[in-house]
């Protein structure tokens, strides 16, 4: 069985002209399943019955299965979606209103980068998903949506270092921004990274207009670090140098998200730090008061010290929001679920 979504539109057109069908069937499946939202051939009701049942014996469309369906009141909603080969991965679906629904999705089983807050790390990487696997968690997710609901937005900051996996990711945010495809503006997709400078200098490269959130949470190289062990390979420096390449050559603002953790990086003297170093660039500041993970020994900040953080940046002439992230109260801390936690976890931690 050959899996549908691994196919390009072009390529599906291809097996259709190479059996000795008409080309435009494959702009129809592909209409059914990306814009029309069909689960199976059956319902392609354009289609022959006998074409239908020949790409039934051909094709697979779904090669994940949903392991879990968490809601939450705020219109939240979580998937654990098993993998074929028995791996698991979240994705989350998040509702301003019915015009702008966000999609959160993974790029790999696990992680490596080994953030010391995040429960996603605490296991390493398994492996990568394939850019099939990667869409599919988006139509998985717009299938949860009401008939006068549309996808508008993406983040890719679930499980996973999206930069390490540009590869598999690419081609499925090609079809998710395609006309043809699900026809997200490609203003509307956010892809959040630890700050990997050699990835970020390809999609600078490339220009391919994505919004860029880089997961700071230290200015100084020595508590970055230990919170993010990554990035003792390149240090922050290299980071600001590549954000900054961003900027020039797409001349879009890169977003800095800085996950704040009681007593760690939320004095005053970080936030100064911080200002420091973002001074006179054209960013944006996500500040994240932590959510505690189980078994992890980091605490959310108190509200005085967040606003006092925030303050600071705002002083020093930086644009900085605190961001509160949806989904309380269904273990939607990236990673938790999979684990088999986050019952009553809050809300994403990792900002990446
Ligand atoms: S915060 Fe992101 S990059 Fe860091 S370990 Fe978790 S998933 Fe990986």
């Not at 983040?155 to 690419?170: K, T």
């Not at 945010?173 to 997709?189: E, F, K, M, Q």
């Not at 954000?243 to 003297?269: I, M, S, W």
């Not at 925030?310 to 949806?326: E, P, Q, T, Y």
């Amino acid at each position: 069985m050959i899996p549908l979504l691994e196919q390009t539109l072009a390529e599906l057109r291809d097996w259709f002209v190479a059996h000795g069908l008409p080309g435009y069937r494959a702009g129809q499946v592909w209409k059914w399943l990306l814009q029309k939202r069909a689960a199976s051939f059956d319902e392609m009701t354009d289609l022959p019955a006998e074409l239908r049942q020949q790409l039934h014996e051909q094709f697979q469309i779904w090669t994940t299965h949903v392991a879990e369906h968490r809601t939450a009141g705020d219109g939240t909603e979580k998937l654990l979606l098993e993998l074929h080969d028995g791996e698991r991965v979240e994705c989350v679906l998040l509702r301003d209103d019915k015009q702008h629904c966000t999609v959160c999705i993974s790029t790999q089983v696990g992680c490596a980068m080994g953030c010391a807050f995040c429960a996603t790390g605490i296991e390493g990487c398994v492996r990568n998903l394939v850019s099939g696997e990667i869409l599919e968690e988006m139509l998985q997710l717009q299938r949860l949506l009401g008939a006068n609901e549309r996808l508008s937005h993406v983040v890719v900051m679930g499980m996973g270092e999206p930069l390490l996996n540009l590869d598999a990711l690419l081609p499925a945010l090609a079809v998710a921004t395609g006309r043809d495809g699900l026809n997200i503006s490609v203003r509307r997709i956010t892809i959040s990274t630890v700050g990997l400078p050699a990835g970020i200098g390809r999609l600078a490269r490339d220009n391919c207009q994505y919004h860029l959130a880089v997961s700071l949470h230290a200015a100084a190289d020595a508590l970055r670090n230990e919170l993010v062990p990554a990035n003792r390979g390149f240090g922050v420096a290299a980071i600001l140098a590549a954000a900054d390449e961003y900027f020039e050559l797409t001349g879009r603002r890169v977003t800095f998200e800085y996950v704040l953790l009681a007593g760690v990086n939320d004095q005053p003297e970080h936030a100064r730090q911080l200002a420091h170093l973002l001074r006179g660039r054209p960013a944006l500041i996500n500040v994240i008061p932590y959510n505690p993970v189980p078994g992890l020994p980091y605490r959310r900040p108190l509200p005085a010290a967040t606003a006092q953080f925030v303050d600071i940046l705002a002083r020093a002439g930086l644009n900085v929001n605190i961001r509160h992230r949806k989904g309380d109260r269904i273990g939607a801390a990236c990673g938790q679920l999979r684990r088999g936690e986050g019952r009553d976890a809050p809300d994403c931690n990792s900002g990446n």
